[in-house]
């Protein structure tokens, strides 16, 4: 995966920030203190590479949870890489740990997770306090992107929306106003901007399949995707 990494964030442009998913236990490298890079999405990895440098070389891992918000913290201290985290923390109260321990300097509350746009606007507010930026966690749906846009036009500190280029054209029955120059105009109509096909949806429902747990292949232990 090192090579890979490196070889992309060479080929684009130095004005461009690289946004790094880590959300799965495999996904280890270790990062130039050079790069534009933000370590995103500090979810459900065990170890994390704290060796970071120009001459960084094979990972030095040191075991962080997301939730446990003190080793976040300590993790935070060790780069200047910034680092983001908050899909599956819930509520206001879980995001006070977090900032009040700058565990991560950006915060990644999910609307559909953390208490919907009410909520949202809170855990914004709060995060303002602490000048947080916000960048909502989406990977559901029209709807979960629509409620995130409401929040994004009512708090000074959004930062970006992930999957805010996904179109949902198979799923909406008015297409969502198209990006310009990396930014989507806010939606318009009544409720959350959006209107869904139901004929579209009902013509994707399938039959329904086991959502079985998935095991690590070294010990057996119950992991993530």
Not at 9 to 14: G, K, L, M, Y
Not at 66 to 93: Q, Y
Request: aromatic share 10%; charged share 20%; hydrophobic share 45%.
């Amino acid at each position: 995966q090192q090579p890979a990494f490196f070889g992309v964030f060479q080929a684009i442009s130095p004005e461009w920030a690289f946004l790094g998913d880590l959300s799965a236990p495999d996904q280890f490298i270790a990062l130039p203190i050079s790069m534009n890079l933000y370590l995103f999405t500090l979810e459900s990895i065990n170890l994390v590479p704290v060796r970071v440098g120009p001459d960084a070389g094979a990972p030095a891992p040191k075991a962080a949870w997301s939730l446990t918000a003190k080793v976040m913290a300590e993790l935070a201290k060790k780069t200047r890489i910034p680092l983001a985290t908050g899909e599956r923390i819930f509520t206001k109260w879980g995001f006070k740990d977090i900032l009040e321990k700058k565990a991560a300097m950006i915060l990644q509350p999910d609307v559909c997770y953390a208490g919907g746009i009410t909520e949202l606007k809170i855990i914004a507010g709060m995060a303002e306090s602490y000048y947080t930026p916000i960048a909502p966690h989406n990977p559901q749906g029209p709807c979960s992107l629509a409620a995130s846009f409401q929040i994004a036009a009512a708090v000074p500190n959004f930062l970006i929306q992930e999957r805010g280029d996904n179109e949902y054209a198979d799923l909406l029955a008015k297409p969502l106003p198209p990006i310009v120059n990396g930014y989507r105009p806010l939606l318009e109509g009544p409720g959350l901007g959006i209107t869904i096909d139901e004929d579209k949806l009902r013509a994707q429902v399938g039959e329904p399949r086991p959502y079985l747990p998935v095991f690590d292949a070294d010990d057996g232990s119950v992991v993530d995707w």
